[in-house]
């Protein structure tokens, strides 16, 4: 049997591997996949916190941050063909036209 | 579902009903934008109706997953009057911009089921669904006038660095529930109380106390990195510094009348689920959070009135006054008493109406494609239009808290609540920062009234919808600074509410 640390320690691990993804990437895809990472983090802490102290309602809450992710998505794919659309680029060091 | 559970729902029903049917009537009829506003006016008021007459029946539905209290009725009225405020003012703009008003006016309405959904959740897992809904529906709206570059960027830079936030919560969310076994704020709360009574009692707490207390094989410190990271996530969305970078960008970019909704339903929507989250959920540790606060707060207040001081356009000063505003509605907050609750609630109120009147006049002096934006524009508008810049000034003034209006009183609430909680140093400092504020507002005073125009703005005349949220706006903020009672006891009601839910 595998301790529960191991899992909160490995979702730590893919949670700041998101949030560093996010600082450093420069492309917008790359970027936006972070945040699924992040995401994903946290459904691993979820299921592994749930089976831990049997409670259901982890798991649950897994398929609503699934069915959220999705939908993030498809908002989050629209917005970036409309930027891409205006600039032919996802570089977001190219998204600069409001600065102080 | 029993019966009693869908009444407590009935106003975002209707809510979603409406947007669905806005939606359909954009797709069927040609000439659609008189149709759909009809619509949305004729769902808004529905809810309201339902909302109101919930007011003095609080109900607990889904088995104590929703909460139809005082506290939550209070800023679902909120929400569905900025939406009506708004709904009243885009209509005239949709036009001009020639943009979709079925498409604009639906995701309002589910944005704010978003909001509803928020302020009444009693389970961090349905305040993280509610947050999601009025997010996405504001993602896009930001990016509405699609063929713009700059609200497309907005919308793109809204969009990240929300989602980012919301995965901070949701994380914070996922360590709650693994150091108290529940995600629902009131079991939260006893877990906690629980687990303070066995410490002080000396005695530990037993490793099987259930699931509930809080379980002795997690250090406390993941009691800490979860309220933190929950903190982190909610401060990003009522945009408080150190988390505001987005706030300006996002402002200047969304359609005007969308910022006006942006900087006043999301933002206490977050408040409220921020006050429901720290006040019921984390009430027990009090002293862990409030220094935080205390912090956001006072940076929120600097960085805010400081950047706005540099700002040459309008939109983008009103941005970064809006995170300042955020600052003193944490400071209320910071005391976390019944008197500071009470006293962030009317902040809000009164916020909403001056802040949407203020971006409403924005919105009309704009013009076409939105081209008189920068505060030059504004010269000589005393002279020109001079109801226009008559009711602009009234806004300004309450912005920058003169008496008689309702940001005087709202800020009066605030920092009263402020010094009963002891916190002189932070009473002081906002008030040096509402005397840094008086200086930015007072310079677009001026130079409506002082100065000869740069150059020629042209301005139609105000159309019916926009008089009446005109008039909604100055009556509002009027009535706040003059007769405080009425919603100051509403606001007290909601307040103790929320404090014996704990």
Known sequence: MVPISYFLVLAAILFVLGVAGFLFKRNIVTIFMSIELMLNAVNLTFVALSYHLRELNGQIFVFFVMVVAAAEAAVGLAIIITVFKHRESLNVDNVDLMKL | ?502
């Not at chain 2, 900025?82 to 995701?107: D, K």
């Open chain 2, 1 to 502: 579902m029993q019966p009693s559970d869908a009444i407590a729902i009935l106003p975002e029903i209707i809510l979603t009903a409406a947007g669905i049917l806005v939606m359909l009537l954009g797709a069927f009829f040609e000439k659609s934008e008189r149709i759909a506003a009809g619509a949305t006016y004729a769902g808004l008021i529905a809810a309201i109706i339902a909302v109101a007459v919930q007011f003095n029946h609080p109900v607990a539905a889904f088995g104590g997953v929703f909460l139809a209290d005082s506290f939550g009725c209070f800023f679902r009225l909120l929400f569905l009057l900025i939406a009506l405020l708004v709904v009243l003012s885009s209509s005239t703009y949709l036009h001009r911009e020639g943009l979709s008003a079925a498409e604009y006016y639906a995701l309002l309405l589910f944005g704010t089921v978003g909001m509803g959904v928020m302020a009444s959740a009693n389970e961090l897992i349905l305040v993280f669904i509610g947050l999601e809904i009025s997010s996405l529906a504001s993602y896009v709206l930001v990016g509405f006038r699609r063929d713009v570059p700059t609200s497309s960027e907005a919308s793109l830079k809204y969009f990240l660095l929300g989602s980012f936030a919301t995965a901070f919560f949701l994380y914070g969310v996922a360590l709650m529930f693994g150091s108290t076994g529940s995600t629902r704020l009131t079991q939260i709360n006893e877990a906690f109380n629980t687990a303070l009574r066995g410490q002080s009692a000396g005695t530990p707490v037993h490793p099987a106390a259930a699931n509930l207390a809080v379980s002795t094989q997690f250090p406390a410190s993941l009691v800490g990195v979860a309220i933190a990271l929950m903190f982190v996530g909610l401060a990003f969305k009522v945009s408080a510094a150190p988390f505001q970078i987005w706030t300006p960008d996002v402002y200047q970019g969304a359609p005007t009348p969308v910022t006006a909704f942006l900087s006043t339903a999301p933002k206490a929507a977050a408040f409220a689920a921020f006050l429901r989250i720290f006040m019921v959920g984390l009430g027990a540790y009090s002293g862990r959070w409030s220094w935080l606060l205390w912090i956001v707060a006072v940076l929120s207040m600097f960085l805010g009135n400081l950047g706005a001081l540099l700002q040459a356009n309008i939109k983008r000063m009103l941005a970064y006054s809006a995170i300042a505003h955020a600052g003193y509605v944490l400071v209320a907050f910071t005391t976390h008493s019944a008197d500071g609750v009470a006293a962030v609630l009317y902040y809000l109120v009164a916020y909403a109406f001056m802040n949407i009147g203020a971006f409403l006049v924005v919105t009309h002096l704009g013009g076409r494609g939105e081209r008189y934006l920068e505060i030059e524009d504004y010269a000589g508008l005393g002279f020109r239009f001079p109801f226009l810049a008559g009711m602009f000034s009234i806004f300004l003034l309450s912005l920058i808290g003169v008496p008689l209006t309702a940001g005087f009183l709202g800020k009066f609430y605030v920092f009263r609540a402020a010094i009963h909680g002891d916190l002189v140093w932070l009473t002081v400092l906002g008030v040096l920062n509402s005397g840094i504020a008086a200086y930015y507002y007072l310079r677009v005073l001026v130079s409506m009234y002082m100065s000869a125009p740069a150059r020629e703005v042209p301005c139609e005349p105000l159309r019916a919808p926009e008089r009446l949220a005109l008039a909604i706006s100055v009556v509002g903020t009027l009535y706040l600074g003059l007769f405080p009672q009425n919603v100051m006891d509403l606001a007290t009601q909601a307040a103790q509410w929320l404090q014996q839910a704990r």
